[in-house]
C-alpha cells in the first residue's frame, strides 16, 4: 500500500491564481481530512469528508473548497490564492467516522503565494 | 470550539523520562484523546490514544484524568531520536471536529 499520497511536494503560486492539491489513500478510508499548518499553530481543520460525496467545514475553510467524488481522492482547491495561504497542506484519512482520530498523514505540500 | 493547550517546547537529555502534559476542555466525551509524533518535512505519525486512566504501548503511556481536562504523555528513556514536535488531538463537543494542540517541540541532548 501507498498509504496517503499528495501531489504536488512544492508549489508557488501568485496571489490571484488557483490550483488544486491532490491527495489520494489506498487503504479504503471512509473518513479524509486536509489540514494546514503554520509555525506556532499547530494543525488546523481546513475541510473533512465522512465519505464520498459527503464533505463538511472545518476550523479554518475560507477560500478552500472540496469535494469527495470517490473514496480515495479528496482534493483540495484553492480558488484565488492569497499570501495567507501560504503554509504547509496535510491530508489525512481514518478508517471510519468511530476511528478518525487515528488518522494517517501524507507527506504534505509546501505552498508559497507571492 | 475545543481549547488544548500545551507546552511550546521542552528540553530533556537520554535515558530521561519525559511527560508532556495537554490541558484540553470542551472536548467530546465518548472520543478518544490521541498523540502524535512529527519530524521535519514529514506529515505526523500516531503514537498512542486512550479515552480515561492509562494505557501504555511499546513507544509510550498515555495518562488521562477522570474529567479529561488534561491528558499526558510519558516517553520513557527517551533517545537522541524521539527529538521531534508532539501534538495531542481532541474532539469538539460541538459537532465533533478534530482540534489539534499546537505542539511541543522536544529536544533531547546527549
Known amino acids: 500500500n501507498a498509504g496517503v499520497t499528495q501531489t504536488p511536494k512544492f508549489q508557488v503560486l501568485k496571489t490571484g491564481q488557483s490550483m488544486t492539491l491532490q491527495c489520494a489513500q489506498d487503504?479504503?478510508?471512509?473518513?479524509m481530512s486536509w489540514y494546514r499548518q503554520d509555525p506556532g499553530m499547530g494543525l488546523r481543520l481546513i475541510h473533512y469528508?465522512?465519505?464520498?460525496?459527503?464533505?463538511d467545514q472545518g476550523e479554518v475553510p475560507n477560500g478552500y473548497n472540496v469535494s469527495r467524488s470517490t473514496t480515495e481522492d479528496f482534493p483540495l482547491r484553492l480558488l484565488s490564492a492569497a499570501p495567507s495561504q501560504t503554509s504547509v497542506y496535510f491530508c489525512?484519512?481514518?478508517?471510519?467516522?468511530?476511528?478518525?482520530?487515528?488518522?494517517?498523514f501524507g507527506p504534505g505540500t509546501r505552498l508559497l503565494v507571492l | 470550539l475545543a481549547k488544548t493547550t500545551q507546552p511550546i517546547s521542552m528540553d530533556s537529555y537520554e535515558g530521561q523520562e519525559v511527560n508532556i502534559t495537554c490541558s484540553h476542555n470542551?472536548?467530546?466525551?465518548?472520543?478518544?484523546i490521541t498523540w502524535y509524533q512529527q519530524f521535519p518535512s514529514q506529515g505526523p505519525r500516531f503514537i498512542i490514544q486512550?479515552?480515561?486512566t492509562k494505557v501504555t504501548n511499546e513507544v509510550a503511556s498515555l495518562f488521562i484524568p477522570a474529567d479529561r481536562k488534561s491528558s499526558t504523555l510519558s516517553l520513557p528513556r527517551v533517545s537522541l531520536s524521539d527529538t521531534a514536535v508532539y501534538y495531542c488531538?481532541?474532539?469538539?463537543?460541538?459537532?465533533?471536529?478534530?482540534?489539534f494542540g499546537q505542539g511541543t517541540e522536544l529536544s533531547v541532548k546527549p
Open positions: 489525512a484519512s481514518s478508517y471510519s467516522t468511530f476511528e478518525k482520530e487515528t488518522q494517517y
Open positions: 487503504m479504503n478510508h471512509e473518513y
Open positions: 469528508s465522512v465519505g464520498a460525496g459527503i464533505t
Open positions: 470542551n472536548i467530546a466525551t465518548n472520543d478518544y
Open positions: 486512550g479515552y480515561k
Open positions: 488531538l481532541v474532539v469538539d463537543n460541538q459537532g465533533g471536529k478534530l482540534i
